[in-house]
């Protein structure tokens, strides 16, 4: 069965017909061309999938779109604006913090809901609001050094690190 | 590391690819999506040994939106990663061997419509009994999982023996002997990015495929001789992988259906392979039952070691051959070892195929090796790090087992990373529960042979610079997040003037980019950037060459500086980079400059000897800090300190993002990781069961670098991708034992093991987790090799030239230090072999 819907992602409202039992990670790639959301289990256990929904992370492989309208989606597309990395992509490239960089987008997008609600987070913070997104390549202490460092540099901090 | 004459070699600077992987730019191969593309699903075994009676795919074919069904007919011809297990069916013809074995395949116009097609096929079973275990393997006499063998039980793969030196008189001389079991359990690589691939053919009949694989080069010929094309019509496509520690460097039967169900549907077809199904593709850690007997002076100096060690294979061969030889090949290259007996054998079982995984069959019997040489220091009374530093391996020497050892940084790596931990002042010292452990280790810079015998290069390199300034480096390496299109860009753009974000990369496309044999046994940043040096000099010198004539500056006054080249003592004589590459391409025509690698030969006069030489070895030292709960037996780790003999790192942020990476996937084994089974299932294949570290169990590390300027490495450098793992997973078992006194002689240490241990030595027991013993196995008669002349001696003590017995020149691989900016021969260079 098909239904109709409205979603708004990224600041931009699409109308779809999809099927109703499709999650919101198949629309985001299969749908839109959102790509950039990654997958790497479609069972909730993982994390890479991430996105939020107002401000909020979510497990786009566990989310229906259909009880998604009117809602904000955010995905890593929708990380960049006005032609300027995110002071988080910029902090990730600059430290290393990607790898493969296949779990990059959810964390990513797992760290600015962290980042917009506390702007100051300790080290355990950051690491108990990235707990549920693994990562294979990092060894996750990159990941929390460029958290750290693009907290400092929202905060209206110069921060450490190579400027590169 | 300011003033090394570099302006990006052994520095920190941002990854090449990291803008695009921070913004979803980067496109891994489940994010292409072609035009009328269909999609592809396996039909798995679910038995674990059986006889297929009935294979009937008549309700599948018939279903509305089906467009291909496979079958093993329809790609009889046997495949595998070793020229000798040619034993991979696409999809099973008449057996399946473990719960996972592909026995179908279709394509359709969606992933629901290929599942209920595959739910439509009916299979009828005749059902085996499974073979599980090692111990299942050597025992049994009838049921055999694969058709040949090694001998002299039906379940044996592999069966070497190899001795060097004198080993009965090396135990007579020993002052002290000890014998040890331990058992490394299975664990697999749990990559992010489940496998993928998507095939195409064109109207002509070229077929394309692209694939998340370490091994483009690999999969290329195993497509042209599972479908008899030619490879010159076939074309693969590495895309960016999104993890892979070994788990994508065999080809995989969805790779192989993906392009059969194209060529027949003449459509595109994609197979993304499920979280489980990934765990039965797996190829992860084999589990080993290892045997070792040391025998020691009363300083700790060994006189002989005798390793036996026996590897749970799967079903199928994979890199088998070479992982079973890795197990035995690598403890004489950390420690001087006079007399070594290796005895190692491969068993098949119906579970899914072991192979190749960060370390590649050398951690288990480092964990093996690195217990008993504390077990060694506790009996006699030394310190841990005495013990080793009294048998560490020395610079330019040969192992007994003849391995070439070029730049050794190994004593400096125990000396700052015990130095660093406090490792001495806390030994044996702490508060009850807590402690630290000390391990060290070395590993591969790249395998000094190919998988195939071939006297090709390894790697080679293809510049190409534009009238605008344009720089556009071809390789067939494949970045799998390592970084190895950091390393040549960082290479190219440091020995032409540039930056390395400036550079294009074409890579890993068998159509466009010359060979590069895979991002595997840490090999790329040495071969490829070994290659990409040459390539690189070579178009320096055409530049240099042309801004020669035009300024009327002879070419060794010169300089490549920032963007430019100029004089080198007035540096406002001089032209821009895009003016350098307008005069040289109006001098020479098109630019283009081409370099390769071959590794030099290195193999010893014995059969098995192929496997552990490696133009330069990493050495590693870690010191583990660990906590103990006596009352869980849960072990949380304080802290790691790591030192790393690199070479010269190209990229300091890439080596140390391996060494953490490497870091924490060692305590993943150490600690909880296993690929487990129960009646011929896999226990918990999926990512919450399968448990792994997660940010709250990562510890602090602090990472220690030791540069020894490897003579034949790119700028100096050798790997640092898997041998920071080796240590770590002994010098936390070591930390155990300082913080309880209770030893566990195999992982994962679990909290139950721990407290069994615990218990038992509250009851008067030893206080011991671990394997009693080995199965009785008839190994072969060994090969007996003698020891090469004057081995232990350095050939060129001190001296920071290269190895071999002709040497090299001292700038053959060195990069743009001002001496060397000048132009050389335009000849074709040879390879480091022929000079």
């Known amino acids: 069965m098909k239904t109709t819907l409205g979603l708004r992602v990224n600041g931009e409202d699409h109308d779809l017909i999809v099927p109703v039992h499709k999650t919101l990670l198949e629309v985001l790639r299969e749908d839109l061309g959102l790509t950039g959301t990654k997958h790497g289990c479609e069972l909730g256990e993982c994390g890479t999938c991430t996105v939020l929904v107002d401000g909020t992370p979510v497990l786009s492989c566990l989310a229906l779109p259909v009880e998604l309208q009117g809602h904000q989606i955010t995905t890593v597309e929708g990380l960049a604006g006005g032609g300027h990395l995110h002071p988080l992509q910029v902090a990730f490239t600059e430290l290393g913090a990607a790898q493969c960089g296949y779990c990059t987008p959810g964390i990513l997008l797992a760290a600015k809901a962290l980042l917009d609600r506390t702007p100051t987070p300790t080290r355990q913070e950051v690491a108990e609001s990235l707990a549920g997104n693994l990562c294979r390549c990092t060894g996750y202490l990159k990941i929390l050094e460029a958290v750290e460092l693009a907290a400092a540099r929202m905060r209206g901090g110069r921060g450490e690190g190579d400027g590169r | 590391m300011s003033g090394n004459g570099y302006r990006f070699i052994g520095r ?77 069916e696409a999809l099973c013809l008449e057996k399946v061997r473990y719960v996972g074995d592909p026995i179908a395949a279709v394509a359709a116009a969606d992933e629901e419509t290929a599942e209920r097609a595959c739910e439509a096929i009916e299979v009828e079973y005749e059902p085996l009994p499974a073979v599980m275990t090692i111990e299942d393997a050597v025992g049994e006499t009838e049921v055999r999982v694969q058709e040949y063998g090694d001998g002299p039980v039906p379940n044996v793969h592999k069966n070497v023996s190899l001795e060097f030196g004198d080993l009965a008189g090396g135990f007579a001389e020993a002052d002290h002997i000890r014998e040890d079991v331990f058992f490394f359990q299975g664990n697999t690589h749990l990559p992010m990015e489940q496998h993928s691939a998507v095939g195409q053919v064109e109207a002509n009949g070229r077929l394309t495929l692209w694939t998340s694989s370490q091994t483009p080069h690999y999969v290329h010929r195993a497509l042209a001789k599972v479908l008899d094309l030619p490879m010159a019509r076939i074309r693969v496509i590495a895309t960016p992988v999104g993890g892979g520690f070994g788990g994508k460097s065999d080809p995989f039967s969805h790779e192989i259906c993906a392009a059969k169900l194209a060529m027949l549907a003449g459509r595109p077809v994609k197979i993304t392979l499920t979280r489980e199904e990934v765990f039965y593709a797996h190829r992860g850690r084999h589990p080993v039952l290892m045997w070792i007997r040391t025998g020691v002076r009363r300083d700790g100096r060994i006189t002989a070691c005798h390793f036996k060690t026996f590897l749970d294979g799967g079903a199928y061969g994979s890199y088998g051959i070479a992982s079973t030889y890795y197990t035995g090949a690598l403890q004489t290259v950390t420690y001087t070892i006079p007399a070594y007996k290796f005895e190692g054998t491969r068993l098949w079982t119906n579970k899914p195929p072991c192979g190749p995984k960060r370390g590649h069959g ?101 510049i190409r610079v534009d009238r605008g300034g344009g720089v556009i480096v071809s390789c067939g390496a494949i970045d799998i997040g390592q970084g190895s299109d950091s390393v040549l860009s960082g290479i190219v753009a440091e020995v032409l003037g540039l930056d390395p974000h400036e550079i294009s990369l074409v890579t890993a496309d068998t159509d466009l980019t010359p060979i590069d044999l895979g991002s595997y046994s840490s090999r790329v940043t040495f071969m490829a950037g070994n290659a990409a040096v040459e390539a690189a000099q070579k178009m320096r010198d055409l530049l240099l060459a042309a801004v020669s004539e035009h300024l009327e500056i002879e070419p060794d006054d010169l300089a490549v500086g920032d963007h430019r080249i100029h004089h080198r003592a007035a540096s406002d004589r001089g032209v821009s980079f895009p003016e350098a590459a307008a005069l040289a391409e109006a001098m020479f025509g098109t630019l283009t400059t081409v370099g390769s690698y071959r590794p030099p030969k290195l193999a010893g006069p014995f059969k098995g000897s192929g496997v552990g030489p490696s133009p330069a070895y990493s050495f590693s030292a870690a010191v583990v800090g660990v906590r103990v709960d006596r009352g869980t037996g849960d072990v949380r780790v304080d802290q790691v300190w790591i030192a790393h003999d690199i070479g010269r790192a190209i990229n300091e942020t890439l080596v140390i993002g391996q060494i953490e990476g490497s870091v924490y996937m060692a305590l993943g084994e150490a600690l909880m990781e296993e690929q487990i089974f129960r009646k011929g299932l896999h226990k918990i294949p999926s990512m919450l069961e399968y448990k792994s570290p997660t940010f709250l169990e990562m510890p602090p590390v602090e990472t220690i670098l030791v540069n020894t300027d490897d003579p034949e490495g790119p700028f100096g450098a050798k790997e640092a991708g898997q041998g920071p793992l080796l240590p770590v997973i002994p010098a936390l078992a070591n930390a155990v034992y300082d913080a309880v006194g209770v030893r566990i002689d195999e992982i994962p240490i679990s909290p139950d093991k721990v407290l069994a241990a615990l218990e038992q030595k509250r009851q008067g027991g030893e206080g011991r987790v671990g394997p009693r013993g080995v199965p009785r196995f008839t190994f072969r008669d060994p090969i007996k090799v003698a020891p090469p002349a004057g081995w232990e001696t350095p050939w060129r003590a001190g001296a920071p030239i290269a190895g071999g017995e002709k040497g090299l020149p001292l700038t053959l691989h060195t990069g743009t230090d001002r001496t060397d900016a000048r132009p050389r021969t335009r000849e074709p260079r040879a390879t480091a072999e022929d000079i």
Not at chain 2, 76 to 87: A, E, K
Not at chain 2, 398 to 404: F, G, K, M, S, Y
Request: aromatic residues 6%; hydrophobic residues 40%.
């Open chain 2, 362 to 462: 050398t951690p288990q019997p480092r964990f093996g090796i690195e217990i008993q040489m504390d077990k060694l220091a506790a009996d006699l009374g030394l310190d841990p790090a005495a013990i080793r530093l009294v048998n560490a391996t020395v610079p330019f020497t040969r192992t007994v087992n003849h391995l070439r050892i070029t730049s050794n940084g190994l004593r400096e790596c125990i000396d700052r990373v015990v130095t660093a931990s406090g490792f001495r002042e806390k030994h044996g010292h702490l508060p009850d529960g807590r402690g630290v452990g000390l391990a060290i280790s070395t590993y591969l810079s790249g395998a000094g042979l190919p998988i195939y015998w071939n006297d090709m290069p390894h790697s080679e390199v293809q």
């Open chain 2, 12 to 88: 920190p600077w941002a990854k090449v690819d990291g803008p695009a992987k921070t913004t979803g730019e980067t496109h891994f191969a489940d994010d292409l999506i072609l035009p009328r593309m269909l999609y592809g699903k396996l039909l798995r075994s679910h038995l674990p040994h059986a006889r297929l009676k009935r294979l009937d795919v008549s309700r599948a074919r018939a279903l509305p939106g089906v467009h291909a069904v496979i079958v093993g007919t329809d790609l009889p011809v046997r495949f595998g990663i070793m020229p000798s297990s040619q034993d991979e």
